[in-house]
């Protein structure tokens, strides 16, 4: 089992920056995928962006250009950089692995972009 932890949610202004980290813990294996997705109220959950053990990435067109992936050190940490914020980009932010067949996601931190 899994457990992924996320922080660094918050209030902030449009155009403004946010770090967003998650940490995975528990049985964790050396190939795997991991990224951030999110969910607006009334909308899917939807990916940002996600990198993978080989430190190939990918981004919704929505956040190319603005938001930044990477992985940390220890290799069972992600941060997720955002700036040039939008009101849109206002959702709760889940982190999520995938090992093989296994499916892990985080409990969520919540994003607000607002004057």
């Known amino acids: 089992q899994v457990q992924l932890v996320e922080s660094g949610g918050g209030l902030v202004q449009p155009g403004g920056s946010l770090r967003l980290s998650c940490a995975a813990s528990g049985s964790i294996f050396n190939i795997y995928i991991m990224g951030w997705y999110r969910q607006a109220p009334g909308k899917q959950r939807e990916l940002v962006a996600r990198i993978t053990s080989g430190e190939n990435t990918r981004y919704a067109d929505s956040v190319k250009g603005r938001f930044t992936i990477s992985r940390g050190n220890a290799k069972n940490t992600i941060y997720l950089e955002m700036n040039s914020l939008k009101p849109e980009d206002t959702a709760v932010y889940y982190c999520?692995?995938?090992?093989?067949?296994?499916?892990?996601w985080g409990q969520g931190t919540q994003v607000t972009v607002s004057s």
């Open positions: 999520n692995r995938i090992e093989g067949t296994n499916n892990y």
